[in-house]
């Protein structure tokens, strides 16, 4: 019976597929948090890539589900630890792990793209990467449209195809594995957008035949998207441990693959919203590193949205001004919130990546307008977040990682996103794009350092 439902569900994707949307639509949040929301390829099994048609789903989520997940400026909130920032110098190595290289320079410049659907439009990304002289480009690659059909089928057009030529023009490569297939939830139906597998191991050997397939293609792996998050859990409250136990098994299947990859924790969503829609990103960190996260994580993923402030204001002014939120998590400082508590368990010695950077522009819907910054501002906001990180968080920050490069299908109305990229869908630039094209790129040389 479960195969016939998942037959039968794939049969109506497969009649939907002409009308639907590159990316997710924005998915409405509560009424009290609006916000919350070089080497050839193994052979492996190849399908036709009409086949990747029947499980076209999300790509990549809006910042409903990504980017965003505060508490609203006149919401009630679990409020954060307040833990502020070691300073590095003072910062001392677990003597249980002990000091490591560092795996990239500090900073290192990537953004997010869309390139899954529309295989024409690629080479226009890429260049426009290269243009801007960032080196890295984030992509997902959702496991239900590799993995789709049922276990062990698998659909390997546009991956082999983004990594063939991501890798041709000099790129570094990101990749974010979540979306798990409907055939591997507990119950195929409904549909979840976003939930761990019934069994973890299906997700560990996802991991593993990626880290096989393209091992010395993917330089880095972002292991699920904002798990303090229930909408990105299966509707379900979110769960540290069980997040730890599907980092372990997808960290560990990787490294068996392609020891030289580097895997990055998901990027937890700042917010101070407590179960059972989310958990504080402090709270799920640090509950992280009480069931030994640690070592199943080579850097630590965050999220960092500006929202309404400057990237120069602290976590203090944020929390204490309601013009800017009245939450620390609404500062793009509260990094250094984070960075306290890897310190705080021992972790100094690692990297954190950021996985989104971004301020919108949206002044469309409701939940948005209250932090809209003009076009200028935007643009602004990016170059002073980057210089930020780079004069006070070397070298332990790693890459940054702006959102987005528009898709190309994104409209204002429907899209949420289309405001917080920095060009429009048909290529045209916005402010933010020579901006930070144009901005200092140098100084960032920390690679093979060590942080102790």
């Known amino acids: 019976m479960k195969q016939f439902f998942g037959f039968l569900f794939a049969l109506t994707l497969l009649l939907l597929v002409s009308c639907r949307p590159e990316s997710d639509p924005p998915a409405a949040g509560p009424a009290t ?9 193994p052979q492996v099994e190849e399908a036709s890539p009409t086949s990747a048609e029947v499980t076209k789903v999300t790509e990549q989520a809006s910042p409903t589900s990504e980017v965003a997940s505060p508490t609203a400026p006149n919401t009630p909130t679990i409020p954060p630890t307040d833990m502020p920032a070691t300073d590095l110098a003072t910062a001392t ?13 500090s900073p290192e410049y990537g953004i997010q793209a869309f390139l899954w659907w529309d295989m024409n439009h690629i080479k226009y990304d890429l260049r426009a990467i290269n243009e801007m002289d960032f ?55 409904p549909p979840l957008e976003n939930a761990p597998p019934a069994d973890l191991q299906d997700f560990g050997d996802f991991c593993g035949l ?86 199943y994580f080579d850097v630590l993923g965050l999220n960092a949205p500006g929202y309404k402030a400057p990237p120069e204001v602290t976590p203090e002014e944020a929390e204490t ?19 306290a508590i890897m310190e705080a368990n021992g972790d100094a010695h690692k990297q954190a990546a950021i996985l989104e950077l971004g301020w919108t522009t949206d002044t469309n819907n409701p ?17 002073r977040a980057y210089q930020y990180a780079k004069d006070n968080w070397r070298p332990w920050i790693g890459p940054i990682f702006t959102i987005y490069l528009a898709d190309v299908e994104w409209t204002p109305e429907e899209n949420e996103q289309w405001w917080w990229a920095i060009n429009f869908p048909d290529g045209t630039r916005r402010p933010a794009f020579d901006a930070l094209r144009d901005m200092d790129k140098s100084g960032g040389e920390a690679s093979g350092t060590e942080v102790s």
């Open 33 to 41: 948090n609006p916000s919350i929301t070089g080497e050839s390829s």
């Open 93 to 105: 190595a677990s003597p249980t792990l002990g000091s490591k290289r560092l795996p990239f320079d």
């Open 135 to 189: 080196g890295w480009v984030k992509q997902s690659f959702a496991w239900r449209d590799i993995e789709g059909i049922e276990k062990g089928k698998y659909d390997w057009y546009r991956p082999d195809e983004i990594v063939r030529r991501v890798n041709e023009v000099g790129l570094k490569l990101l990749v974010r594995i979540d979306r798990q297939p409907f055939w591997s939830q507990e119950m195929d139906w």
């Open 210 to 295: 990626l880290g096989e397939r393209y091992k010395g293609r993917i330089d880095a792996y972002q292991i699920w998207n904002e798990p303090n998050l229930s909408r990105e859990w299966g509707d379900e409250p979110p769960d540290p441990e069980e997040y730890t136990e599907l980092l372990k098994i997808c960290y560990q299947a990787i490294k068996k693959a392609d020891p030289d990859a580097i895997v990055i924790s998901a990027g937890l969503a700042p917010t101070g919203t407590g179960l059972p829609l989310a958990m504080p990103d402090e709270e799920f960190l640090q509950a992280m590193y009480d069931v030994g996260a640690a070592e």
């Open 321 to 339: 001004n309601p013009e800017y939120g009245g939450g620390r998590w609404f500062a793009f400082r509260h990094v250094e919130d984070m960075r």
């Open 367 to 383: 939940e948005y307008a209250w932090h809209a910054v003009t076009e200028e501002q935007q643009a602004e906001y990016l170059v």
